[in-house]
């Protein structure tokens, strides 16, 4: 130790390793910080808008998700969010099968008009195998059958000024909020989209959203809005719930939920 | 001042090193691979398991980091590979009293937030793709890439001595030292060509609308939740590279290394051996 340069040596490490230490503590720090401020967080939200217009600039309007087999469905497709809403007025339907059930669809559209389950079933439908996403990184395929909304929509005519195609559920969360989802024209008329009846080949069971729920499917589930109970268009979705355009969205989920 | 004199004289001598796009591209993507890695980590708590093929099957996970309550009541933080258990309490599956997949440090934000991980994350996956392409632009077009990455054919003949080396911490001095060494070029090769195009791949194939789009993304990488998988362990490769990056930044003289990215210019001594004395640059 009568040598002076090792411990130098050691202290400038020392000095290197608590100085990148505070740095790292600080960097993260600064990142919650940044995440809870007004400015950061509207500026990564910027992102949104520009993935949406790459992503549809790259895809034509009718690309398809892909299909799958039979073959290919999850054993166990998990029921997420609500899987059996606590509504008198839900659980009332359940009771009686849907039979007094209707789909009203309205807003803005020159016919507002009312389906019944029957109606739906009666109507031209479409079958796909496809891959449900979820936000939080699983996936899961099951086969969905359904009437396509853009056979609805051509029936009830909308009106040149709407812009949205907005979904109201049955399912409210703990504080008696009830879940919605909307989707633009470019995802209401895609091929794909249906509100589905029918599960693998079975009525729509009630832990995935009977009677009737959204199929998107190039977007993440949470747009895949279950327990459908009333479609309406509108041209504007800020003045809708918390403003955002969904429930997930209100809790700063991205309203284009294509990635 | 205390610098011991190395036997040989040696002179120092001041060489322009890294070009400023070079320089301005190390730093954004340093940043934005932090970023990446540490809101990826967020987004991966939310469901923390891998799986293989286009579907999750919960009871056949690769990887699943989770918390289990033991008989006595107390609880612990089990990360299972393919099928083996490991008990990881403090760090993965179960931290600062949690239940979460990696622990809060290493996140962004530290708490669970997915929503918000997902911001950063698509945010700074922009600027790192863009950063990416531009950097491949002016690699080609400057012929950076072919005039200081592609190893030559002495290079490669120089494989095992180079790994030799590297592995008795016996670093280029001299004429030597200006170039990169053959291993720190496939390195570099590695990441910029390798592992930054699939990690990019990887992560639009976790996109339904991407899938939808080009669904030959599915295919190559054998089904969204392989993709998910490859996503993951390219994402520790980058770990596993930075922190060879870094200790071999610190093994050549810290501070040479530093500047030489921060300002361009770089110190070389041109004669004597300074083995030993490896930090010996940057304390001039």
């Given amino acids: 130790m009568n040598n002076p340069k090792p411990p130098a040596r050691i202290d400038r490490r020392r000095f290197l390793s608590g100085a990148m230490q505070t740095a790292a503590l600080l960097a993260l720090a600064g990142c919650d910080n940044l995440s809870r401020n007004d400015w950061f967080p509207s500026l990564l939200s910027k992102t949104e808008t520009l993935t949406k217009k790459a992503q549809r600039a790259l895809s034509s309007k009718k690309a398809m998700a892909r299909e799958y087999t039979e073959a290919d469905r999850s054993v166990v497709f998990p029921a997420n969010g609500n899987s059996n809403p606590e509504d008198a007025d839900y659980q009332a339907m359940i009771t009686k099968g849907f039979a007094d059930w209707r789909l009203e669809i309205g807003g803005l559209v020159e016919k507002p008009a009312g389906f019944s389950l029957t109606e739906l079933r009666a109507m031209p439908s479409r079958t796909q195998t496809t891959r449900h996403d979820c936000v939080e990184g699983w996936s899961a395929i099951a086969t969905w059958t359904g009437v396509r909304l853009g056979d609805l929509l051509d029936r009830v005519r909308p009106k040149p000024e709407a812009r949205f195609i907005v979904f109201y559920c049955a399912d409210p969360d703990e504080d008696g909020d009830k879940y919605y989802e909307s989707i633009d024209f470019d995802e209401a008329y895609h091929p794909q989209t249906i509100l589905a009846y029918g599960m693998n080949g079975q009525a729509l069971p009630v832990a995935h959203g009977a009677p009737i729920r959204l199929r998107v499917e190039r977007q993440l589930g949470y747009k895949q809005a279950k327990y459908v109970m009333r479609v309406e268009l509108v041209e504007r979705l800020d003045n809708i719930g918390g403003g955002n355009g969904g429930y997930w969205e209100d809790q700063g989920y991205e309203w284009y939920a294509g990635i | ?284």
């Fill in chain 2, 1 to 284: 001042m205390q610098e011991q004199t190395p036997q040989t004289e040696s002179q120092p001598e001041r060489i322009y090193r890294h070009a400023l796009p070079v320089r301005i591209w190390h730093w954004i993507n340093a940043l934005a691979v932090f970023i990446l890695i540490m809101s990826g980590l967020q987004i991966f708590n939310a469901h923390p398991a891998l799986y293989w093929g286009d579907r999750s099957d919960r009871d056949k996970p690769l990887l699943a980091l989770r918390a289990m309550k033991t008989e006595s009541g107390e609880v612990k933080g089990v990360t299972t590979v393919l099928g083996h258990p490991f008990d990881t309490t403090g760090l993965f599956g179960y931290s600062g009293d949690k239940v979460r997949g990696f622990p809060s440090w290493a996140t962004i934000p530290s708490g669970k937030w997915l929503a918000m991980g997902r911001q950063w994350h698509f945010f700074f996956a922009w600027i790192l793709a863009v950063n990416v392409f531009l950097y491949m632009a002016y690699g080609f077009a400057s012929r950076h890439v072919k005039k200081d990455l592609v190893p030559t054919r002495p290079d490669l003949r120089n494989i095992p001595t180079a790994v030799k080396d590297h592995l008795l911490l016996r670093h280029e001095t001299g004429e030597a030292a200006k170039r990169y060494n053959v291993l720190q070029k496939l390195s570099y090769l590695g990441v910029i060509f390798g592992l930054l195009p699939l990690i990019v791949l990887t992560g639009l194939t976790m996109s339904p609308t991407m899938d939808a789009a080009i669904p030959f993304l599915l295919d190559l990488f054998g089904g969204r939740q392989s993709a998910r998988t490859l996503h993951f362990i390219t994402c520790f490769l980058f770990v596993g590279f930075i922190v060879i990056h870094v200790s071999q930044v610190m093994l050549t003289g810290f501070f040479n290394n530093l500047r030489s990215m921060l300002t361009g210019w770089f110190t070389v001594r041109t004669t004597g051996a300074v083995h030993e004395q490896s930090e010996a640059p940057g304390q001039n």
